[in-house]
Each structure stands twice: as structure tokens, then as C-alpha cells.
């Protein structure tokens, strides 16, 4: 098998050392690449530095034509894209190809906010001691940044972090992670594309155990990570002059009250509780619905649940495969099990087969119990009853995370009390937590993290606001 090159400083590279990547559903090798040195790696980090200022005055055409140019050839090889993502993450096609167009509008949008992003022109003779002034706002890269990324959207999260750094001028560092590096480095392939200058971009598939160099180096002072919350606030702590972004976890709930669509919530919750095998930070995790429909809503759900196909990834028909190793499905297994020990019911699933868990509901588990309060990262949701809106929007709340939430209702009012109340970064009103548009502002609150993703929250995070102030002018 061909061992696949890294990108270093926009060029392709190869190192001492090999990582091998298989597929979790039947344990094929699936790709082999290249792991860069350490002298690679300073390589990399220098080459960043070096052209930050270049990269910094690269014509806005430059910039948005390169990232046009990054969308229409996802475009153009996005089954390729999709099959490889669904070799290397185990995730089905089905989803491996939403997430190919998703990578695909966000370059475009990157592109379409590069043209549209420019300066402000402030007058500042509203008082009599500025008159004759005229401030001029812009906003400036902080420097080169070190995008961590994680293995569920191997391809679109790095996407939300390469995109707006183009945009913004500024050169980056992806260390994609161990177990889905080959996407980010067919990403890489076509950045190289470009007439991006080098330095530019690196894709460093170096475990994680020298990720520490990394995130210390003071060449890169913008930190964006996406991952584990122990991980994120390991490294904020780690670097605290940095300006650090975190993208984490959280155990997203969906609220259906009572005068929701019944049919409408059961089929949304049932397959975005299990898409991604559960191993997405917004799939739905707590269902917490209003006691006078809860026999009707679950008498829905179940049967929803059941009707997910689950099995081959590689298959067009399957809708759940496996998480992303076995080691992964055990863990979402022991917790299932602890919930039952102390009282919760399996109303459908709890069984795991190799990587694959079967799509589970649980219901009484216990409020201290890892799958009502961590983030359990498979397909297993709980489901709680409450006694109307106000012991809802509580229990939502009733977390350490906030990343977005649900809220199935036809109340106008009820949808703009959800808004003002609940502890989140994102409210989605008659839909699942799970919905997300690649242009909106995307993150969270509490231990769900800090700084926002979307292409243009993301191109402010990586950048600051610089005054020119012009003086003597007839304005």
C-alpha cells in the first residue's frame, strides 16, 4: 500500500515514521501516511512564521479565489471525498456525503465573506474636539494558528478552521487527529492546488503525544481546537497568552412539549440521536418531554429507533455504523450497563456487536448516571418526563455543558422563552439540537467551550480590530 505524504509548508513530505489506518467496521487497513520528524515539524512552524506578513497582504482576490477554487474540486471528487471518510471515520455514506457538501459550501462561504469583508469608516466628529477626524477600522490576522481537529468530521472541521484562516491572511498548522489524518491530507492535496504562497498551510499527522510542542511554540499564537473538554482546558491552562478558541462537548437535549408535532419530533429525534453513531457534540443525548404526551411521543419513538438501519457504512442504505473503534463502543457499552444497574430501563438497543452499539433508548436512568451527565459520545439517548415548560427548560440547563439545544413546539412565545432562558449557545426551534449551518455562529457556554466556528465568528476570532485615525480632514 502506498504510504500517503503529509504537507509541509505546501508541499508534499515524508517523514521516519508510518501511521496506519483501518476501518472500524471490519478492521481493513484503509491508508498509510507518512508521520513528520521533529526537525518536519519546526520546519513547518518556521515556514508559518515566516510568510505570516506576506500572508497577511495577500490581495483579497488571491485569498477568495483560492478558497473557490478549494469548493469546486471538493465538488468535483466529493464521492471520492465521501468513500474515503467513510473508509478511515466508519461513518456512513450516507452522512460521509452531507458532510462532503458541507465542506464544499464552507470554502464557498469562506470565499463570499473574503470579498465582502472589509474595512469601516468611522466619522468621529460627533464631539467638537475630534473635528476634522476620521477613523478607519480594520482588522488585522493575529498570526499563524494550530488547528486541532477531531475524528467525527475529519473533513468539515478541519474546513471550519483552514477556510477562515485563508480568509483572514493567516497561515495555519493542522494536526488532524490520529485516527482520520487521510482526509485532511487529501485536503492539503488540493490546497496545494493554489496559488497560495508556501508556508501558507502545513498538515502534520503527528500523534498526540507531541501535540503539547505544538500548542506551546509562541510562533503560533492562536490556538483552535475542537475535542474533549479535559483536552481544551488543558491546553487553555497551558498557554494562557494565547488567544485559544474551544469547540467541546456537550450532551445536547431535545424538549418536546405538548403541543408539538409528535410524528415530526420522534422521526428527527430517533435519527439524530444515532447519526454520526451518537459521535457528534450535538446529537441528541437527553429527550425531555412534557408528561401528558410522553406515552404517545415514545409510543413513536421506538418504533422509530428500530427502523434505523444499521450495518455497513460503505452500504447506501445504512443510517448507523460503528463509532470509531471498538475500545470506543466498550466504553458506550459499561455506561449503558452502570444506567441499568442503577434503575434505568432499556426500552429498545444496549447491545454492541464489535464497533457498533445498537441504537438505544433509555428511560428512569439515574440523574448522576454517565449517560444523563457526561457526554456519552455513541448512540444512546435518555429520555426524562417533566410536568411542563418550566421544569423543561431547568432540566436543560441542569447541566455542566451548553452547547445547543432543541425545543419541538408551535409556540411563538415558547420558542423566544427558550431563547431567554436556556443556558446554550444555540437554540433550534421545532428541530433537533443536531442542526447546524456551516455560515451561523457555532459554540457553546459553560464547559461546551469558548469562541464561536461559522465562517465569519471564525474569521473575527482570528483576527483583531485595528484603528487608523486620519486627522485634519473636511468631512
Known amino acids: 500500500m502506498d504510504v500517503r505524504p503529509f504537507w509541509l509548508a505546501g508541499r508534499p513530505a515524508t517523514g521516519d515514521a508510518e501511521l496506519t489506518v483501518t476501518n472500524s467496521h471490519d478492521g481493513r487497513v484503509v491508508g498509510v501516511c507518512s508521520v513528520p520528524t521533529p526537525d518536519q515539524v519546526e520546519e513547518a512552524v518556521a515556514a ?17 479565489e483560492a478558497l473557490a477554487h478549494v469548493s469546486r474540486r471538493l465538488a468535483e471528487r466529493a464521492d471520492e471525498i465521501a468513500r474515503l471518510i467513510t473508509e ?4 456512513p455514506v450516507f452522512w460521509a456525503r452531507g458532510e462532503v457538501g458541507r465542506a464544499v459550501s464552507t470554502f464557498r462561504f469562506a470565499a463570499e465573506e473574503t470579498r465582502r469583508s472589509g474595512g469601516e469608516a468611522m466619522r468621529l466628529d460627533t464631539e467638537p474636539a475630534a473635528a476634522g477626524r476620521l477613523a478607519y477600522v ?8 494550530l488547528a486541532i481537529t477531531p475524528f467525527n468530521f475529519p473533513l468539515n472541521l478541519v474546513a471550519h478552521k483552514v477556510a477562515p484562516a485563508i480568509a483572514v491572511g493567516a497561515p495555519v498548522v493542522v494536526k488532524p487527529a490520529p485516527a482520520t489524518p487521510l482526509s485532511a491530507l487529501l485536503l492539503g492535496e488540493i490546497l496545494a492546488e493554489t496559488d497560495l504562497p508556501a508556508g501558507m498551510f502545513s498538515v502534520l499527522p503527528v500523534p498526540n503525544e507531541r501535540a ?3 500548542v506551546e511554540d509562541p510562533r503560533l499564537p ?3 481546537f475542537t475535542g474533549s473538554g479535559p483536552v481544551g482546558y488543558a491546553i487553555m491552562e497551558s498557554v494562557p497568552r494565547k488567544h485559544v478558541t474551544l469547540e467541546l462537548g456537550g450532551n445536547a437535549a431535545a424538549v418536546v412539549l405538548a403541543d408539538a408535532d409528535l410524528d415530526w419530533a420522534a422521526s ?6 444515532n447519526y454520526q453513531a451518537g459521535q457528534s457534540c450535538i446529537a441528541v443525548q437527553r429527550v425531555i418531554v412534557e408528561e401528558s404526551v410522553r406515552d404517545d411521543f415514545l409510543a413513536r419513538l421506538v418504533p422509530a429507533v428500530e427502523a434505523l438501519v444499521t450495518g455497513d457504512p460503505a452500504d447506501e442504505k445504512t443510517q448507523v455504523g460503528p463509532l470509531v473503534s471498538a475500545e470506543a463502543a466498550e ?30 433508548v433509555l428511560a428512569d436512568a439515574p440523574a448522576g448516571a454517565r449517560v444523563s451527565c457526561e457526554e456519552v459520545f455513541g448512540p444512546v439517548m435518555v429520555v426524562q418526563s417533566v410536568s411542563g415548560p418550566d421544569e423543561a427548560f431547568a432540566a436543560v440547563n441542569d447541566s455542566k455543558y451548553g452547547l445547543q439545544a432543541g425545543v419541538f413546539t408551535r409556540s411563538l412565545d415558547l420558542a423566544f422563552r427558550a431563547n431567554r432562558e436556556l443556558e446554550v449557545g444555540g437554540v433550534v426551534i421545532g428541530d433537533v439540537p443536531s442542526y447546524r449551518a456551516d455560515q451561523m455562529p457555532y459554540g457553546g457556554v ?3 467551550g469558548t469562541g464561536r466556528e461559522g465562517v465569519r465568528s471564525a474569521m473575527a476570532d482570528y483576527t483583531y480590530e485595528k484603528v487608523m485615525v486620519l486627522t485634519g480632514l473636511s468631512l
Request: charged share 25%; proline share 5%.
Open 222 to 224: 492562536v490556538v483552535s
Open 212 to 214: 503539547a510542542a505544538l
Open 268 to 273: 428527527r429525534v430517533a435519527l439524530f440521536s
Open 446 to 448: 459553560k464547559e461546551s
Open 48 to 64: 508559518a512564521e515566516a510568510v505570516r506578513k506576506e500572508a497577511a497582504a495577500l490581495p483579497v482576490h488571491v485569498r477568495a
Open 88 to 91: 478511515e471515520n466508519g461513518k
Open 138 to 145: 480594520s482588522r488585522v490576522p493575529r498570526g499563524p494558528i
Open 331 to 360: 466504553r458506550v457499552e459499561q455506561w449503558v450497563a452502570e444506567a441499568v444497574a442503577g434503575g434505568a430501563r432499556v426500552l429498545t438497543g444496549g447491545t454492541r456487536d464489535g464497533a457498533t452499539v445498537a441504537p438505544t
